[in-house]
């Protein structure tokens, strides 16, 4: 294994409680309370329910109806099965979401949220990238 993914892989399994103390910060005691003012607006909600819905159901159609030309000429529908056939069935067991925040990138306003499934399997992070009312890029990572 070279020394970069070791680095990364390192990174990844120590807990936040581990980073901030080897970083010489502080870990905080209180959590921070979800509230309304931590919610994506309705209409971004309504897209991202949209994409999951669509990768759900295995609708290719309804997927890149709302992204921008770049967003449709890279999502392949061969691209989007493959993935729709990986996360459909852990999808229609259940899931649950937590919406983490948003970023301005590039001009973009991205939007994260947490997707935890019912069948305990390893959680997700989804990442939805906006412009102009119009999706630039959806990750599943």
């Not at 680095?7 to 807990?15: G, L, Y």
């Not at 980073?19 to 010489?24: D, E, H, I, K, T």
């Not at 609708?59 to 993935?83: C, D, H, L, P, R």
């Amino acid at each position: 294994m070279n020394k970069m993914a070791f680095i990364v892989a390192a990174v990844i399994t120590m807990s936040p409680l581990t980073l901030a103390v080897a970083n010489n910060v502080q870990p905080a005691n209180k959590q921070v309370k979800q509230t309304q003012s931590n919610q994506p607006e309705q209409s971004v909600q309504k897209t991202f329910t949209s994409l999951i819905n669509a990768v759900e159901q295995n609708n290719y159609n309804q997927f890149i109806s709302q992204g921008n030309a770049a967003f449709k000429e890279a999502v392949t529908k061969q691209t989007f099965t493959q993935v729709s056939g990986q996360l459909a069935p852990r999808l229609k067991k259940g899931y649950s979401l937590i919406f983490l925040g948003n970023l301005n990138q590039q001009g973009y306003q991205v939007y994260l949220w947490k997707l935890t499934f019912k069948d305990s399997g390893d959680d997700i992070l989804a990442r939805l990238s906006l412009k102009d009312g119009k999706i630039g890029g959806f990750w599943l990572n």
